[in-house]
């Protein structure tokens, strides 16, 4: 197998023409139908591009922007940046001009691929203060023809160029002299604090967590997967490029972002990847679906989802279970599984991930129940994703796995997690100063989260971003994402924000589901003119209480944790969004800006007001502001009693 | 600019052509009622051309004169430099018209795709018996107008209702469905009545992106009956205004937005 390693994304590509050349490397449903290109087609599409980013004058070295919706023409982008010797740099394709100005003047790209009009239009916005950026390569021409095309050229432009120039061999020398340590690509980090920072991750980086990871789940060529989250995420870039490329599977992409669910019913994906959010939407879709079902529809699923809630999970593991069961669940599998995994497009699936936050557990059993071969990895942008998953037949709700294959890891005396890998990050760009502070002369990565490995099992479980985890008045242990995950379980509570540091009592912001609240609004004849108003209404408010309560229960039963029960909440007038800053590009909360940015809420829950009148400001889609004015009732929950307090130590 | 049968190209780089359809002294009566009173103009290849006026003022009249459902007691249509004899509706609509109606006129049981379909019937030359059977030039005929259909529905993004019932859509939804149609015949010209009535400002923005870029990308020419005059405005090449089947204006959005009458009537400013 290691005879010799390919050192670079496009030697993988080469060696994949000549080991599977007609076979599909990337599909795209377009016009209604799905259109492949096989691994060989794929690197023609890839050379002409590539070729014609040296007739553009790309130098070695140089960055190129990538910007865009999953297509395949824009993952060509990357491995013919590569191609060229350049650094490709994929960004957010929702991310604000701003943002964008930000990557693109940090970095100093010279040439950006952007994939239609949105994004050209990104560009042009910014485009005065960036003096390095030199040509714009676009994609789909559509609304563009009125444009001034000086400094801007089409993607079938620059390939038609690559095509007729005669550069061959200059293309040739570029590949030739890449090495395993040049930088394969460079992300941006969301950070939940400060600026993004760009992450470098070298070709060894990439490729040698890439072959570990694809051979602790036995990927194999022919497996199928779709590409639908952020070009600009880590994880993409691994699973899209890194593992697809290594192994040689077909990566398929959606027609559009709307109509994924019937795209993943088509082509059915053997390995999926997707955030617990996707999960927990789909199963309240399911959901509101039986609830309007049919009698008789409705107590086969509910009888069959029982049954299989007792054995699915240990069938996928592997465990022993009686004949009689097994036989209830051949039938259910019949009635009510297979076809419900049809609809979701989970047929075929051999391995599925989740990450980037806890799921809850009555998600993840329900999935797995199915039969559904869904585990749970840990990783970030920095180690090149893997830094712990679950090895099959070892899965389970609340730890994160084993060590990836070469990572080492290591715990803190403070709870920190460190971890040391072929995948971990070369350095921030042009940031020596971070990359100090995260990385030590030795390699150990700093996760910046605070968990332990569990005795017997090795496995690592996660509590809590290391800089959230602080202490209550009374000197007990405050986890904030620990509660506010048991409150996010609950389908009618999208988001909770939990406050407490240093005080005597926590409290918390409330975000509602609108599809699951609105859903029950309807079933229940509440009539409701906007998010705002149903947000308010005295019977949501009442439901939360009930759930904020039951939580209170089950932390109370946790003595280390038992602090942090919530006394009062508030459910916040609107949704917390990533264009207010309030959320990261990957939905993260940014504790710092929710607290200034609503300071007068978090005084009224504290200073025993019964309501409280607020303005806030909004950002629209399109970037324009506007007010928004609400009076927000504080609502008191029980708490539930605790049998000992511990102080943390 | 007006009255110059040059070509010409406009500011943000678009070729205005000769006349393609002009009305000559159109009166249109409903028995004793002059819904059109004498009016004339023209729509030139290749511009937009907006119909405005308050309620009543006879522009949904006008648009079914230049459809053929209307005929006019008196006056002339030309279309392409010909005088239009009294034609049908299907007539009109084989010459490269197109339109889309201010109360939404789909089928609605059927797919959006269905109903995107029809747009092309124009286009379909086998006969009821070979398609009935499904064979040789059906068959092609049959994908040759699905994939100018599937274009339809990528250009106006509606690839994720395309086998939904249009009667399970939203208001603004089958606004575009409507649209689709009408452009799935391909047509020279395109008539909008109403195209953003009732619709929410996300919408309209969109609507009217779509409308540029129909006009941009296809050439194709657009006649309009808008009631929003912020979209008219931002949206025409040349302006008729319309008050109780009366031409009080025509021209520029600018020339027709200083037009004192125009401002009387249909802006209902006061003006000294």
């Not at chain 1, 087609?41 to 980013?53: R, V, W």
């Not at chain 2, 405005?52 to 006019?72: C, D, E, Q, R, T």
């Amino acid at each position: 197998m290691t005879i010799s390693t390919p050192q670079s994304v496009p030697a993988l590509l080469a060696r994949n023409v000549a080991q599977f050349g007609d076979k599909p490397a990337y599909r795209e449903k377009e016009y209604g139908i799905w259109q492949s290109w096989t691994w060989a087609q794929a690197a023609a599409e890839i050379d002409a591009l590539a070729t014609g980013l040296l007739t553009l004058g790309a130098n070695a070295g140089d960055h190129i922007a990538i910007i865009g919706r999953n297509r395949p023409a824009m993952y060509w982008g990357m491995v013919a940046a590569q191609k060229a010797g350049c650094v490709p740099v994929p960004l957010y394709q929702d991310a604000a001009a701003e943002e964008v100005a930000y990557a693109l003047d940090h970095c100093g790209a010279r040439f950006a691929i952007a994939g239609d009009q949105e994004q050209v239009d990104k560009i042009a916005d910014v485009r005065e203060g960036l003096t390095q950026l030199e040509h714009v390569i676009y994609l789909d021409g559509r609304g563009l023809r009125k444009y001034d095309h000086s400094a801007m050229t089409s993607y079938a432009d620059v390939q038609a160029a690559g095509r007729a120039s005669n550069m061959a061999a200059e293309m040739e020398a570029r590949v030739a002299a890449q090495t395993y340590d040049d930088t394969c690509v460079m992300l941006y980090t969301s950070g939940t604090t400060g600026r993004p920072k760009g992450v470098v991750l070298s070709n060894r980086n990439i490729i040698e967590t890439s072959k570990n990871s694809s051979e602790f789940d036995h990927l194999r060529p022919g497996d199928e997967t779709v590409a639908y989250l952020p070009m600009a995420w880590v994880g993409d870039f691994i699973f899209s490029i890194g593992q697809a490329i290594w192994t040689g599977f077909c990566v398929n992409c959606p027609e559009s972002e709307h109509t994924l669910a019937t795209d993943l019913r088509e082509i059915g994906p053997t390995y999926y990847f997707a955030p617990p959010r996707v999960f927990e939407n789909q199963l309240t879709q399911v959901m509101i679906r039986m609830e309007d079902a049919g009698r008789v529809k409705k107590w086969l699923f509910d009888r069959f989802m029982a049954t299989a809630k007792r054995v699915g999970p240990a069938m996928l593991d592997g465990t022993s279970v009686g004949l009689l069961d097994r036989l209830k669940y051949a039938l259910g599998d019949v009635l009510v599984y297979g076809p419900l995994k049809n609809t979701l497009g989970f047929s075929r699936i051999r391995v599925g991930y989740t990450a980037g936050e806890a799921i809850g557990p009555e998600i993840f059993d329900f999935y797995r129940s199915l039969g559904i071969n869904l585990k749970q990895l840990y990783g970030q942008t920095e180690a090149s994703v893997f830094i712990t998953q679950q090895p099959d037949g070892e899965v389970r709700g609340d730890t994160v796995g084993v060590a990836s294959p070469g990572v080492e890891l290591k715990i803190a005396e403070n709870g920190e997690v460190f971890y040391r890998s072929p995948g971990t990050f070369v350095e921030y760009y042009k940031n020596a100063e971070s990359t100090a502070d995260t990385k030590d002369p030795e390699g150990w990565v700093a996760t910046g989260d605070a968990g332990f490995v569990e005795e017997g099992s090795g496995h690592l479980r996660i509590i809590d971003r290391a800089k959230d985890v602080g202490k209550m008045a009374d000197g007990s242990l405050f986890a904030p994402k620990y509660v506010e995950n048991k409150l996010k379980f609950f389908p009618n509570v999208l988001e909770a924000v939990m406050f407490g540091n240093g005080r005597e009592e926590c409290t918390a912001f409330l975000n509602i589901d609108l599809t699951a609240v609105g859903n029950w609004a309807e079933r229940n004849n509440i009539a409701y003119a906007s998010y705002q108003e149903l947000a308010g209404h005295p019977q949501v408010l009442e439901t939360l209480r009930a759930h904020v309560e039951e939580v209170n229960r089950s932390v109370a039963a946790d003595p280390m944790l038992a602090g942090c029960q919530v006394y009062r909440f508030l459910v916040l007038h609107k949704q917390l969004d990533a264009d207010d800053g309030e959320l990261t590009r990957t939905q993260k909360v940014r504790r710092k800006i929710i607290e200034e940015k609503f300071g007068d809420l978090i005084g009224a829950l504290y200073d025993g007001s019964g309501e409280i009148y607020t303005e806030t400001e909004v950002t629209y889609e399109d970037g324009r502001k506007g007010q928004i004015t609400a009076t927000l009732q504080i609502v008191d929950a029980a708490v539930a009693p605790v049998a000992a307090r511990m102080a943390a130590q | 600019m007006k009255d110059s049968v040059e070509p010409y190209v406009t500011a943000d780089g678009r070729t205005i052509g000769p006349v393609m359809m002009d009305m000559r002294a159109i009166t249109l009566r409903f028995g004793g009622v002059e819904a059109i009173k004498n009016i004339s103009f023209d729509i030139r290849e290749g511009e937009i051309r907006a119909i405005i006026g308050p309620n009543g003022a006879g522009k949904s009249s006008m648009l079914n004169v230049i459809s053929g459902f209307y005929h006019p007691q008196e006056g002339e249509v030309w279309f392409h430099g010909k005088k239009r004899p009294k034609v049908k509706p299907y007539q009109v609509a084989r010459q490269g018209i197109a339109r889309t109606f201010q109360n939404i006129a789909l089928f609605e049981g059927m797919s959006v795709l269905d109903n995107v379909m029809t747009g092309r019937l124009g286009h379909m030359k086998a006969g009821m018996f070979a398609q009935a059977l499904w064979r040789g030039k059906a068959e092609r005929e049959e994908v040759e107008n699905r994939e100018a259909v599937e274009r339809v529905i990528d250009f106006l993004e509606i690839q994720a209702i395309r086998k939904t019932p249009v009667g399970r859509l939203p208001y603004g939804l089958k606004k575009r469905v409507e649209l689709a149609r009408a452009l799935a015949a391909e047509p020279k010209l395109l008539l909008l009545d109403e195209p953003m009535a009732g619709m929410n400002v996300e919408e309209k923005e969109d609507m009217s992106r779509f409308i540029l870029d129909v006009n941009d990308e296809f050439g194709t020419t657009i006649a309009l009956i808008e009631h929003d005059m912020g979209v008219v405005m931002d949206l025409s090449d040349r302006v008729v205004v319309m008050d109780y089947g009366r031409k009080i204006g025509d021209g520029t959005p600018d020339e027709v937005r200083a037009n004192p009458e125009v401002i009387d009537a249909y802006l209902g400013v006061a003006h000294d």
